[in-house]
C-alpha cells in the first residue's frame, strides 16, 4: 500500500482545512487508516482513525486535543481518507501523516501502522 497526503497549507486560526490521503491497491477496505501529526520538536502523536471492525465497518477515534473540531471520513470506493479540520488553532500547525493498518489494529498507537504517507504540512497562524 502506497499513501500519498494532499491539502496540507496556511490557514488562520478558527479556519478551516481538508486533507487527503490517496491509497493505492484493491484492499483499501481492509484497512484502518489514521492520521498523526508532528510538531517540530515534538514527538508524532495520533490525532484520529478510521478504525476496520467486521464486516468492513468502521468506527472512528479521535485525540481529545481535537475532538468535535476534526471529523475523519473514508471512500473506499476512491481508495482516500479525509481529515475535516475545523476551527484550527496554532498549536495544530504540524506535519500531518496518513497510515494505514491491516485488520483488528489501527488504534492510537503509531505502531500499529505498517504504511505511512510522506505528511503534508499544516500552518496555522495566529
Known amino acids: 500500500v502506497q499513501l500519498q497526503a494532499s491539502g496540507g497549507g496556511l490557514v488562520q486560526a478558527g479556519g478551516s482545512l481538508r486533507v487527503s490521503c490517496a491509497a493505492s491497491?484493491?484492499?483499501?477496505?481492509?484497512?484502518?487508516m489514521g492520521w498523526f501529526r508532528q510538531a517540530p520538536g515534538k514527538e508524532r502523536e495520533f490525532v484520529a482513525t478510521?478504525?476496520?471492525?467486521?464486516?468492513?465497518?468502521?468506527?472512528?477515534d479521535y485525540a481529545d486535543s481535537v475532538k468535535g473540531r476534526f471529523t475523519i471520513s473514508r471512500d473506499n470506493a476512491e481508495n482516500t481518507v479525509y481529515l475535516q479540520m475545523n476551527s484550527l488553532k496554532p498549536e495544530d500547525t504540524a506535519v500531518y501523516f496518513c497510515?494505514?493498518?491491516?485488520?483488528?489494529?489501527?488504534?492510537?498507537?503509531?505502531?500499529?501502522?505498517?504504511?505511512w504517507g510522506q505528511g503534508t504540512q499544516v500552518t496555522v497562524s495566529s
Open positions: 497510515a494505514a493498518a491491516p485488520q483488528n489494529s489501527g488504534g492510537r498507537y503509531s505502531r500499529e501502522y505498517i504504511y
Open positions: 491497491g484493491r484492499t483499501f477496505r481492509t484497512y484502518s
Open positions: 478510521t478504525k476496520w471492525s467486521v464486516g468492513n465497518t468502521y468506527y472512528a
